[in-house]
């Protein structure tokens, strides 16, 4: 496996970087920590003539209380006592991305716009080229769900469940100026795995943001995956609750690792919210998030024994945060 040639440009200011990209023929791919798009690379997924690198752009360095730019690497998050005492469902979700190694380098912005993963996609060139490619990359056709002309590429990245039930906002900087918009707005929620987030051309994310009302909220994240190690989520489940009088104050569930984007499900927990919380109401819960949900078989677990653990995830979060069993 050998990476194509490119060229590396290495701005320094967000200003520089827009007036940079413009100018780039052939197009360019943002480069943060390079964990996840480096590896796509050496595999020929989809490379670009131009790489611009953001660790010199230092806004994305900057950070303030429940703020961080896009390039803080997951190992200083994991490692601030504020994250783990205010934040403790992100604090989780950290600590399960990748490995230790890994997570020096990754950063929070890689994290949150990590490409989409299939069984037939992050695969060699010639192994790929043996089934005649995919839509994703150089290919006409779909091997997971051949009568559509869609991707199913599953989001698996896990900390955007996490901030997501913190209702956590990116900043986004591009060429017609700056905006903020509510972290899962971010992504397509169309179900395309190609076209996996709302980014417009030559837009970047600058920092991202939970407000001051999540503080010290309870959260929680649960993980499936096959080698506890390392490997990406088959499920990720991130809950908070708030409770008072013996009632539910706020729920939300968000999870990702199933479908092409990571989802909340607002419409499910709402009813819940102002009653007390019974088992009954929470197996209920489990069943109706298990039903909401439509993984296909383009990861290593099979799709109904991951709805399953999607029912089971939610009871386990539940009880957790009834208990006040959070870490
Ligand atoms: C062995 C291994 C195991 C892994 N396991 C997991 C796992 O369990 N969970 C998980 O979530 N991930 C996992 N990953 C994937 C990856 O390491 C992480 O998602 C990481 O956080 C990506 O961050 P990065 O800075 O390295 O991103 P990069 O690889 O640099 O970029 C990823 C993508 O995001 C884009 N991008 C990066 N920053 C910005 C920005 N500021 N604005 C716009 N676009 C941007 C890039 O252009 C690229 O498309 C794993 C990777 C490896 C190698
Ligand atoms: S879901 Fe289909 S089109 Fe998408 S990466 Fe997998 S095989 Fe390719």
């Known amino acids: 496996m050998h990476l194509h040639p490119f060229e590396l440009h290495r701005p320094t200011t967000v200003e520089e970087t827009l007036r940079l990209t413009g100018g780039l023929a052939g197009g360019f791919d943002w480069l943060a920590g390079g964990t996840d798009l480096l590896p796509n690379y050496k595999m020929h997924l989809n490379p670009k003539p131009h790489l ?14 429940g703020r961080w730019g896009a390039m803080t690497r997951l190992g200083e998050l994991e490692r601030d006592p504020a994250v783990a005492r205010d934040y403790p469902g992100l604090s989780e979700a950290v600590r399960e991305v990748a490995t230790p190694l890994v997570r020096e380098s990754a950063t929070l912005g890689g ?17 790929r080229q043996s089934l005649g490619y995919c839509l994703k990359a150089e290919g006409d056709r779909c091997h997971v769900v051949p009568q559509k002309e869609r991707c199913y590429a599953t989001f698996s990245g896990d900390l955007a469940p996490a901030l997501a039930v913190l209702d956590a ?3 986004i900087a591009g060429p017609s100026g700056r905006r903020t918009v509510p972290v899962l707005a971010l992504y397509d929620d169309r179900g395309d795995g190609i076209r996996r987030h709302h980014l417009g051309p030559g837009e970047l994310l600058v920092g991202v943001s939970v407000p001051a009302s999540a503080r010290g909220r309870p959260a929680t994240y649960q993980k499936l995956r096959v080698r506890p190690a390392f490997d990406f989520p088959e499920l990720g489940l991130a809950a908070s609750a708030t409770f008072g009088e013996g009632r539910l104050r706020s729920l939300a569930i968000a999870a990702g690792g199933l479908e092409t984007y990571p989802r909340r499900f607002d419409e499910l927990t709402a009813p819940l919210v102002g009653a007390p919380l019974t088992e009954a109401r929470a197996r209920e819960l489990g069943e109706a998030v298990r039903k909401a949900v439509r993984p296909v078989h383009n990861t290593f677990l099979a799709p109904d024994y991951r ?12 009880a957790r945060l009834s208990t006040g069993a959070v870490s």
């Open 52 to 65: 611009v690198a953001l660790d010199g752009v230092r806004e994305l360095t900057e950070r303030g209380p």
């Open 169 to 171: 906002s990116v900043e």
């Open 307 to 318: 709805r399953k653990m999607v029912a089971v995830f939610v009871r386990r979060a539940l």
């Open 111 to 127: 994290n949150l716009l990590v490409e989409t993963r299939c069984f037939f996609f992050n695969q060699s060139a010639p192994w």
